[in-house]
């Protein structure tokens, strides 16, 4: 069974975006750990809320999913979508 990883770093609907993959056939990790992270046939990156906020909560795990998603599918959902792309005008300047 493929395992998706649900990064949880405090910003999203985790609920919502697990239940739908269950229903979808996948095995759920809901983690913060790397390690899990790394390990995952699939990442999905879930965000609600402003784009600054949402990426110092993603601190050092950025790197992960930069690293991570060259190897499995990363999908981004909502906010997370956002994040994924080089910077955001949302609220002033801000890496992405």
């Known amino acids: 069974m493929t395992q998706i990883a649900i ?3 405090g910003v999203g609907n985790l609920r919502s975006v ?5 229903k979808a056939g996948a095995a759920i990790v809901v983690t913060c750990d790397p390690e899990e992270i790394t390990a ?5 990156l879930p965000g609600v809320g402003a784009f600054r906020e949402a990426m110092d909560k993603l601190g050092t795990l950025q790197e992960v999913v930069i690293q991570s998603s060259r190897e499995v599918p990363l999908l981004g959902i909502c906010l997370g979508m956002q994040m994924l792309l ?10 992405g």
């Open 7 to 9: 990064i949880d770093y």
């Open 18 to 22: 697990m239940r739908g993959l269950e």
């Open 40 to 44: 995952s046939d699939g990442i999905v």
């Open 86 to 95: 080089e910077t955001s005008e949302e609220h002033g300047f801000h890496k």
